[in-house]
């Protein structure tokens, strides 16, 4: 990006008294409101405007740096506070809906023994996550509270770099924009823009309403990222588990909406291929299969809408349907990963998935990886550092037209190990996923 014109110091360092007015109001909102008080209240980065200025603006020989860096510290612990807040209330909701019963318990228990056993990881993450200069928290792409997206910015900046909108997973009920913070730095450092979506969770929202805020937030990047240094015309759209249901459901909708020429906010064109990672893509297949684990039929229920929901929500189910066969026409390339030994979400889901892309002559790649769990892909193997099958794949997927970033690709340094391997294969053995 080029640098933008001269900005006035008050810009750059705002007081936080600036931002006092508004938490007086907060001791009387709702709970969605206070996450939007407190996100925003430590948050200005909402305007693409404004980042680009932030980001490449040079301060004046007069001003006072020491200042601007207590005010940024003190922007930082905020707004850590504020989505610990966040995070916390979504563990709450969880607990509330599934109840304290047996079952539960003994997952609860092996949830906090699996995030211990992983917390050398954790805390290194989230201390990048919230101090790197290269990652941009909370950018507001919609209304709503949960409008929010995180933006991973590469540290180099010749030229424009190809884009993925990730969507997070959380069994529709916790998913977190900040879970995608290790695989949003790592491929940072391969000169890849990652743009982690937020959406609102059950009981904030139903299906539809995720499905709307992705939508919203895809159209948000496509429209904005040429701002932070993204090419508009280089985007990957990308979901894990709930996430990877949400986006292509998403995917689908839009591409039924273009072939019926209605009006959009973005194209299927704009995407170079969708990545859909231990996802399920049939609600009829998943509702049985997702009480037995514990996420029970009612609340389920719930959240797709009811049974009457399931066709329009399983994008397995709707292309199957003739009248969307001319939408199928405009999917980009499809790739759909799997663990062999997912017992969450069954690789048998990410199969049929393909089944029915190829039916309507989609172009389809299913790659299962042997022995990986549902975590396996996602946390335990970028924890591990080095190289892995998975990120090399998706990697070369993107630079596969840039001979430059394949040949940075191929003497690139070995991803950093973050948590030791024996405490890796307990965290393997005790996880509840």
Known sequence: MQPSPEIRHADRCR?????????????????????????????????????RRRVSGKSSADESPRICRQQSLGRDIGHAAAETYLITRLSFNLLGYLGVGYRWITRLLALACYAMLLMP?????????????????????????RNRLDLYIPPTNDGLKPVVVF?????????????????????????????????????????????????????????????F????????????????????????????KESRGESISWSVSQMKAYFGLSGGYNLFNLVEHCHNRGLYRSIFLSIMEGEESFEQFSPGVRLKDPSVRKAASLLPHIVLFHGSEDHSIPPEASKTFAEALRGVEVKTEVIVYNGKTHTDLFLQDPLRGGKDELFDHIVSLIHANDSDALRKDAFALPRKRLVPEFLLKLAGKVSPF
């Open 121 to 145: 990881g954790f805390l290194q993450v989230a201390f990048l996550y919230f101090f790197s200069s290269q990652v941009r928290r909370s950018i507001v792409y919609g209304d709503q509270p």
């Open 229 to 256: 240094g993204g090419d508009p015309n280089r985007i990957y759209l990308m979901g894990q588990s709930a996430g990877a249901h949400i986006s292509a459901c998403a995917l689908i909708d839009q591409a039924i």
């Open 15 to 51: 007081p936080m008294s600036s931002t006092a007015s508004e938490f007086k109001e907060v001791g009387t909102a709702d709970s969605d409101e206070m996450e939007m008080a407190l996100l925003d209240g430590f948050n200005r980065l909402s305007s693409p405007e404004k980042v």
């Open 167 to 227: 969507v997070t997973g959380g069994a529709w009920i916790i998913g977190y924009k900040a879970w995608g913070s290790l695989l949003g730095l790592q491929l940072a450092e391969r000169d890849i823009i990652v743009a982690c979506l937020d959406y609102r969770n059950f009981p904030q929202g139903t299906i539809s309403d995720m499905v709307s805020d992705a939508s919203q937030g895809i159209s948000f990047v496509c429209n904005n990222i040429s701002a």
